[in-house]
């Protein structure tokens, strides 16, 4: 995968005499690639588009019922989550869980990191244009991934 960098900048009217009288001040630090222009015209068609949002709310609800299920069976690991839209914050027993889980799911195939700020959370975004089969497949790398943790750390849950 690559980065494209690309930047945007938004102001109130009251700012625009500033930019009328010397509009070459601040030319971009991120902008100017034809490429990252395209990337971000398809994004904002994708996301404008029709049942984006729909789709959104429904991959939202297929986690949550997949969280649910996990907290039933690796509780000893994995006590509940935080959810907006497709942005997931995964609350874990301890802190020795959020490297740990980390670490699990790349061998699982599926990159998610613990939280600097809290390492009792694991933290998922995925794209939001993902599908329910790949829904599932996350789902099925965590639950193969908190049983390892709950091997690792000597708990099980039944």
């Not at 900048?9 to 005499?17: E, G, I, N, P, W």
């Not at 959370?121 to 639950?143: F, S, T």
Request: charged share 25%.
């Amino acid at each position: 995968s690559a980065v494209i960098p690309l930047s945007s900048a938004t102001y109130s009217k009251h700012l625009q005499s500033f930019f009328d009288s010397d509009p070459f001040c601040h030319l971009s630090s991120g902008g100017g690639s034809a490429l990252a222009c395209i990337a971000a015209l398809a994004m904002l068609d994708t996301i404008t588009g029709p049942g984006f949002l729909d789709h959104v709310r429904d991959m939202g609800r297929r986690f949550d019922g997949g969280f649910e299920r996990l907290r039933e069976r690796h509780g000893a690991v994995f006590t509940g989550w935080n959810r907006r839209g497709l942005m997931m914050g995964l609350q874990l027993a301890n802190e020795d869980c959020g490297p740990r889980l980390t670490r699990a799911m790349a061998r699982h195939g599926v990159i998610a990191v613990f939280s600097g700020f809290n390492r009792h959370i694991q933290q998922l975004m995925p794209p939001l244009i993902i599908r329910p089969d790949e829904v599932d497949e996350v789902i099925q790398a965590l639950d193969r991934a908190m049983g390892d943790v709950e091997r690792d750390i000597g708990t099980r849950r039944h």
